[in-house]
Every structure is written in C-alpha cells, then in structure tokens.
C-alpha cells in the first residue's frame, strides 16, 4: 500500500504471519516479525508515518532487512536511517 509520507513509501502486512513490511523513500526494505494488526492500522492512519515506526516499531519487533541485493549494499542502522529523515523532515519545516 502506498502511503502518503516522505520518509515511508509504502507498508504492507501479512495477517497469517503477522509481518509488517515497510520500504522506507531510501528504497531500503524491511520486514518486521510478530506486529500485531492494529500496529499496522495505525500506521497507516497516523499522518506522521516516520514518527510512528521510530516510536512504536523500531526496537520493538525484531526485523530484517529484505532490499533486493541488501547482501551486496552496505548495511543501512534502521534506527539511524530513520533518525536522519526525521531530521531532514524538521529541517523542511523551518
């Protein structure tokens, strides 16, 4: 699902396995183990999408990164990555 944010591009989830799957405007992919579903609703309603993962996702729910050729890319710290596009979105505000 396509999301309407600038540091999260889109978001899906998998109700049998309980997987979230965010690809972050980076183009990097990741996929979260044990989300509940209601994690995933609210991500998609908040308006604040990077907000959201960084608060309610990141460091509470073991992930992967699944970017096509992620073995051959430097590997990405996702706390960090969404540290930095906060970052840039506050800059933008100013």
């Known amino acids: 699902m396509q999301l309407a944010s600038k540091s999260v591009a889109s978001a899906g989830y998998d ?5 979230l799957e965010i ?8 996929q979260f183990d044990g989300v509940p579903k209601g994690v995933f609703d609210w991500l998609v309603r908040t308006q604040s999408k990077g907000s959201y993962v960084s608060r309610m996702i990141n460091d509470r729910y073991p992930y992967r990164d699944v970017t096509p050729s992620a073995a051959a890319a430097t590997d990405v710290d996702l706390v960090q990555q969404l540290e930095d596009s906060l970052r ?6 100013r």
């Open 15 to 19: 109700e049998g396995t309980s997987v």
């Open 23 to 30: 690809e972050f405007s980076s183009g990097r992919i990741y």
């Open 88 to 93: 840039r979105l506050e800059e933008k505000k």
